[in-house]
Structure formats: structure tokens, C-alpha cells
T-cell receptor, first 115, second 115 residues
């Protein structure tokens, strides 16, 4: 079974530029998550999708961050414009059900550096 | 809201020594608890999870954790450290506040293993 795929793996941009990250979850997984992991911290949930609907985006900075999951499969996270403090690893994860018992499977992440 | 606290940002052990990584949780309902491991430049991998069955949970790579309600703890242990165990370890609690699972992570503990 293929794992969660993310691209690109690394991205370097200057502040005020735009950037987009892509995630393809494990086939059949209805729930998709985007996390932000700042150096030295644990991952923080940015947004959660159930199929193609948003169920939690309470910690997403909506003035600059946006995400979509068209057709309930792959997803894109965008930052526009980027700030220095957006430098982090962006992790995508998926799970098969919304139950709290279920494991989330993580992709390798995209490391973003904002100069 | 649920939360977890990991004591010690770094833990150093010698190869063959006992590994003990501490995690305390705060939850108003019976929690689901997880330990994840993150190797450099990789995503998170599930080590083990507690979902209200047995209080002693065995995971992969020889790790185990014991759920202690009286101490609100879920410490991770391994009897004998191996060089390959060097990584970042995250404790997480499942928050079902919105009706959908989201993981709340601790700040992580970096395990260093010396020969």
C-alpha cells in the first residue's frame, strides 16, 4: 500500500512570495490533515478535511493560508503572501475514519524556508 | 481541551540502557493516547496507541507504554536502547471536541543514544 505522498520536499522562497504544497493521501482515506511543525515544536493542526469538506480550520491563518481538497482525494495548501514565521515543515496526514482510535499516517513533509 | 506535556526536550542514554520518555496528559474524558517517532527528514510513524483496552501497550521496535490514570501519565519505555532508536519522539492525545478526531501533540523529546 502506497503511503501519503507530498511534494515538493523542500522549498525556499522570499517573504511576500506565494507557495503551494501538494498532498495525495492513502487511497480510500476519507480524512486528510495538514499540520505545521515549527523547529523544536510538535506538529500543530492547521486544517482537517472529511472527504472534500472542512471540519476544523480553527488554527489556520485564513488571511494568508488556504487549502482545498477537490473531489475528496488530493489536497493543496497555499500560503500567500509568506512571512518569515511561516518557515516550518508542513506535514500531511490521512486516516480511514474520523474515530479517535484510528491511526493517522503521515507523509514525509515539505520543508519551507522563507528568507 | 486535551493537552500533553513531555518532560525533557532531550534524553541521552548509552546503547543497551533503559529508555524512559515521559508524557503526562490532561483530558476531561477518557483519552486516546499515541506515541509517534520522527526520524530526520521524515514524517511521523506510529509507535503505539492506547484506546482504553489494556493499560500496558506494546508497540513496534520493542517499545511499550503504560497508561496510569491516577498519575495522568503515558510514559514510553524500552528495556535496551539501540543506536537506531535515536530520533524525536512525540506524545499525542486525541481530541474529539468537534466530533472529529484531531491529535494534539507534545513538544517532543529528542533521544540521543551513545555507543
Amino acid at each position: 500500500e502506497a503511503g501519503v505522498a507530498q511534494s515538493p520536499r523542500y522549498k525556499i522562497i522570499e517573504k511576500r512570495q506565494s507557495v503551494a504544497f501538494w498532498c495525495n493521501p492513502i487511497s480510500g482515506h476519507a480524512t486528510l490533515y495538514w499540520y505545521q511543525q515549527i523547529l523544536g515544536q510538535g506538529p500543530k493542526l492547521l486544517i482537517q478535511f472529511q472527504n472534500n469538506g472542512v471540519v476544523d480550520d480553527s488554527q489556520l491563518p485564513k488571511d494568508r493560508f488556504s487549502a482545498e481538497r477537490l473531489k475528496g482525494v488530493d489536497s493543496t495548501l497555499k500560503i500567500q503572501p509568506a512571512k518569515l514565521e511561516d518557515s516550518a515543515v508542513y506535514l500531511c496526514a490521512s486516516s480511514s475514519q474520523r474515530s479517535g482510535r484510528n491511526e493517522q499516517f503521515f507523509g514525509p513533509g515539505t520543508r519551507l524556508t522563507v528568507l | 481541551a486535551q493537552s500533553v506535556t513531555q518532560l525533557g526536550s532531550h534524553v541521552s542514554v548509552s546503547e543497551g540502557a533503559l529508555v524512559l520518555l515521559r508524557c503526562n496528559y490532561s483530558s476531561s474524558v477518557p483519552p486516546y493516547l499515541f506515541w509517534y517517532v520522527q526520524y530526520p527528514n521524515q514524517g511521523l510513524q506510529l509507535l503505539l496507541k492506547y484506546t482504553s483496552a489494556a493499560t500496558l501497550v506494546k508497540g513496534i521496535n520493542g517499545f511499550e507504554a503504560e497508561f496510569k490514570k491516577s498519575e495522568t501519565s503515558f510514559h514510553l519505555t524500552k528495556p535496551s536502547a539501540h543506536m537506531s532508536d535515536a530520533a524525536e519522539y512525540f506524545c499525542a492525545v486525541s481530541d474529539l471536541g468537534t466530533g472529529f478526531q484531531k491529535l494534539v501533540f507534545g513538544t517532543g523529546t529528542r533521544l540521543l543514544v551513545s555507543p
